[in-house]
């Protein structure tokens, strides 16, 4: 009777596995091979977001190191990696989980003005869309003439926990705001610019003969227009 040769046994997983972020967008996988009595020829290196584990992307590598690109910022990622012979393959190794760096974030979201008193304004909007990280603080730039630098707009910062601020010594002609958000890395694009404008009241007649009380002095309203 022929006796079977025996079936080469499946190839371990790499050693010594480590994931490092270098970026917003990139991570570095390095590992080692297993014994080299398994021969192995090549590597297949899996990952997936944490927060989207459906969506698992497999990449074949040569060697033993590989940069993962094309990531997503401020976010938590599983990986794990597969030895390949000519043949077959292992299991896979048990999973790292690496961060990606944090990056600027988008711009805020929906800002819009409450004027609550004849020289104060306040300001609320949404946190950006794409946070890229801890936002830190909100930059709010404020100015009566909308074309020119930035850097001779007036600013007023608030802590990046709080979406809303009251900017006062506001006087009675058209206003331009902006709000930027900032991680660690820096500033991300400022919001669509808004313009307050005042309709200011003014003393009125009525028919000859009749007199219409004027409104009291300094009396407004305000006109919030998205520019």
Same mark, same amino acid.
């Given at each position: 009777?022929?006796?079977?040769? +025996?079936?080469?046994?499946?190839?371990?997983?790499?050693?010594?596995?480590?994931?490092?972020?270098?970026?917003?967008? +990139?991570?570095?996988?390095?590992?080692?091979?297993?014994?080299?009595?398994?021969?192995?020829?090549?590597?297949?290196? /899996?990952?997936?977001?944490?927060?989207?584990?459906?969506?698992?992307?497999?990449?074949?590598?040569?060697?033993? +190191?590989?940069?993962?690109?094309?990531?997503?910022?401020?976010?938590?990622?599983?990986?794990?990696?597969?030895?390949?012979?000519?043949?077959?393959?292992?299991?896979?190794?048990?999973?790292?989980?690496?961060?990606?760096? /944090?990056?600027?974030?988008?711009?805020?979201?929906?800002?819009?003005?409450?004027?609550?008193?004849?020289?104060?304004?306040?300001?609320?909007?949404?946190?950006?869309?794409?946070?890229?990280?801890?936002?830190?603080?909100?930059?709010?730039?404020?100015?009566?003439?909308?074309?020119?630098?930035?850097?001779?707009?007036?600013?007023?910062?608030?802590?990046?926990?709080?979406?809303?601020?009251?900017?006062?010594?506001?006087?009675?002609?058209?206003?331009?705001?902006?709000?930027?958000?900032?991680?660690?890395?820096?500033?991300?694009?400022?919001?669509?610019?808004? +313009?307050?404008?005042?309709?200011?009241?003014?003393?009125?007649?009525?028919? /000859?003969?009749?007199?219409?009380?004027?409104?009291?002095?300094?009396?407004?309203?305000?006109?919030?227009?998205?520019?």
């Amino acid at each position: 009777q022929t006796v079977p040769p +025996e079936k080469n046994p499946l190839p371990p997983p790499p050693v010594n596995i480590l994931a490092n972020a270098v970026s917003s967008r +990139e991570i570095i996988v390095r590992w080692q091979p297993p014994s080299h009595k398994y021969n192995v020829q090549f590597y297949f290196v /899996e990952y997936y977001r944490i927060n989207n584990p459906s969506n698992v992307i497999s990449i074949r590598s040569d060697t033993v +190191e590989i940069v993962l690109t094309d990531l997503e910022p401020f976010t938590l990622y599983s990986i794990r990696v597969r030895s390949h012979t000519a043949q077959d393959h292992g299991i896979y190794s048990d999973p790292l989980e690496v961060k990606t760096l /944090e990056d600027v974030p988008s711009a805020p979201q929906k800002l819009y003005i409450v004027r609550k008193e004849k020289d104060r304004v306040t300001l609320q909007w949404d946190p950006p869309s794409e946070q890229n990280g801890i936002i830190t603080r909100y930059i709010i730039l404020y100015n009566h003439q909308k074309d020119v630098p930035e850097k001779l707009w007036q600013s007023l910062e608030q802590n990046g926990t709080v979406t809303e601020a009251t900017i006062t010594g506001i006087s009675d002609t058209n206003y331009y705001f902006k709000v930027g958000a900032c991680t660690k890395q820096g500033q991300g694009h400022f919001s669509p610019t808004i +313009e307050i404008k005042p309709l200011l009241c003014t003393i009125s007649c009525g028919q /000859e003969g009749t007199n219409v009380a004027p409104q009291e002095k300094g009396t407004s309203f305000l006109k919030d227009q998205r520019l």
